[in-house]
């Protein structure tokens, strides 16, 4: 494999848990120079500190967090080699209870407004730490496709970020190359039923429980690729087909 880095950090943004958080140690034990933000801090935040990574703490429900989080990495971080918009949130809005205001708001402040203005913000910053390339890295979802009864502004935000690769892999061509990944179904939670899963596993023609080792092939995939810009890989077992 590929060591993608010189002098540029890669930029992983929610990185502290589950899926990101195995992506952040693979990067680590590739030897790239890693920085990540994180919302809550819990002890695995100290560790990854124990370990050379640089954690940011930022909410991006706040703008101010937003425009705090731009200015450190000018001052502070540097020169990056990449960014993999991987921070979510997860709302539903399926009954007459919720905020529905709140919750659109929630949803494009986390998956639009924060990449947007990232990626806005730190171009020179990809540019002066890419080898032959730099990469933006959008990580949306299979809902984008089908769309969700469930979590409408959730479908709706992810299908905003996956726009958002065609448009800045348009602006930013050749240097920058602008891509996503997007994902169904790759962990399942603690209390998850077992009728819950069957159900889920069912929906994909393969029927597994991935687990998150596939996004960071498909991570390493396109750091690799020198010829790929405002494309998605899919990541959803054969949803499509079922």
Wanted: with cysteine.
């Amino acid at each position: 494999m590929v060591k993608w880095t010189t002098n540029g950090a890669i930029f992983f943004t929610g990185a502290a848990q589950r899926v990101g958080l195995h992506c952040l140690h693979r990067l680590v034990e590739q030897g790239e120079r890693v920085v990540i933000t994180y919302r809550t801090h819990r002890p695995v935040i100290d560790e990854l500190r124990a370990l050379g990574v640089t954690c940011i703490q930022a909410d991006f429900n706040r703008q101010q967090d937003i425009d705090h989080l731009i200015r450190q990495l000018h001052g502070s971080v540097g020169p990056l080699r990449a960014i993999v918009h991987n921070a979510s949130a997860w709302l539903r809005d399926v009954n007459t209870q919720v905020d529905h205001v709140s919750v659109m708001q929630a949803m494009m402040q986390v998956h639009m407004m924060a990449p947007y203005l990232i990626n806005l913000n730190c171009r020179e910053l990809l540019l002066d730490g890419r080898q032959a390339w730099a990469d933006i890295i959008h990580v949306t979802d299979y809902v984008v496709e089908k769309g969700s009864d469930n979590h409408i502004a959730y479908a709706a935000s992810k299908a905003g970020l996956d726009n958002m690769t065609r448009s800045f892999a348009k602006r930013y061509a050749p240097h920058i190359k602008v891509n996503a990944i997007a994902p169904s179904l790759l962990m399942f939670n603690e209390g998850d039923t077992e009728e819950y899963r069957a159900r889920t596993l069912h929906k994909s023609p393969i029927g597994i429980e991935p687990g998150p080792e596939v996004v960071y092939q498909a991570l390493e995939f396109i750091l690799d690729n020198a010829y790929m810009t405002g494309r998605e890989l899919k990541l959803d077992g054969g949803r499509h087909i079922r």
